[in-house]
T-cell receptor
Framework: NAGVMQNPRHLVRRRGQEARLRCSPMKGHSHVYWYRQLPEEGLKFMVYLQKENIIDESGMPKERFSAEFPKEGPSILRIQQVVRGDSAAYFC????????????FGQGTRLTVV | GENVEQHPSTLSVQEGDSAVIKCTYSDSASNYFPWYKQELGKRPQLIIDIRSNVGEKKDQRIAVTLNKTAKHFSLHITETQPEDSAVYFCAASIGGSQGNLIFGKGTKLSVKP
């Protein structure tokens, strides 16, 4: 089991471009959570998804951000028209159930907007 | 809104000493409290967690205590080693175990040999 895989590890985008972050959960895990970590800050919840469903997106900015977890393939966090303030580390975690005790984090994607 | 306060933000100890990190939370419905260790540039890793039906949990050199009445919980690391140096985050579930995790801002622990 390769663990939670995120790619790319590092992503540089110019202001106004789109960023796509991918998260492949651990085998057998159908629950995915996305968190954002700003420098010197803790992790802030963004969205919780199960296969083909968004369960809780209360932490997602209202505009430019979207997430999906299709039946096949990885979960995608999409940021449209990126701005400098989007620069952060984005982590996803997966679990086999909705119990956070079993959530494992990926290595993160570090997004830099120039 | 709900929040988690974590103190101190930085902590420096000598190898072999104990380290204590404290967190308070605001949501009385919180019932799950994990602690994560994050080394520079790496993923957060769960090191210990506690649920609201117990007051203390221990795993080798690491222990966590929970006071639900006062809404605070603490991480205790005994016999610290240089490899314990990292940023530690506490978190609390919002709305019960089915809810989201809210994280503290982290404590940067430095263990000096």
């Amino acid at each position: 089991n390769a663990g939670v895989m995120q790619n790319p590890r590092h992503l540089v985008r110019r202001r106004g471009q789109e960023a796509r972050l991918r998260c492949s959960p651990m085998k057998g895990h159908s629950h995915v959570y996305w968190y954002r970590q700003l420098p010197e800050e803790g992790l802030k919840f963004m969205v919780y998804l199960q296969k083909e469903n968004i369960i809780d997106e209360s932490g997602m900015p209202k505009e430019r951000f979207s997430a999906e977890f299709p039946k096949e393939g990885p979960s995608i966090l999409r940021i449209q028209q990126v701005v400098r303030g989007d620069s952060a580390a984005y982590f996803c975690a997966s679990s086999p159930t909705s119990d956070r005790a079993e959530a494992f984090f990926g290595q993160g994607t570090r997004l830099t907007v120039v | 809104g709900e929040n988690v306060e974590q103190h101190p933000s930085t902590l420096s100890v000598q190898e072999g000493d104990s380290a204590v990190i404290k967190c308070t939370y605001s949501d009385s419905a919180s019932n799950y409290f994990p602690w994560y260790k994050q080394e520079l540039g790496k993923r957060p890793q769960l090191i210990i967690d506690i649920r609201s039906n117990v007051g203390e949990k221990k795993d080798q050199r690491i222990a966590v205590t929970l006071n639900k009445t006062a809404k605070h919980f603490s991480l205790h690391i005994t016999e610290t080693q240089p490899e314990d140096s990292a940023v530690y985050f506490c978190a609390a579930s919002i709305g019960g175990s089915q809810g989201n995790l809210i994280f503290g801002k982290g404590t940067k622990l430095s263990v000096k040999p």
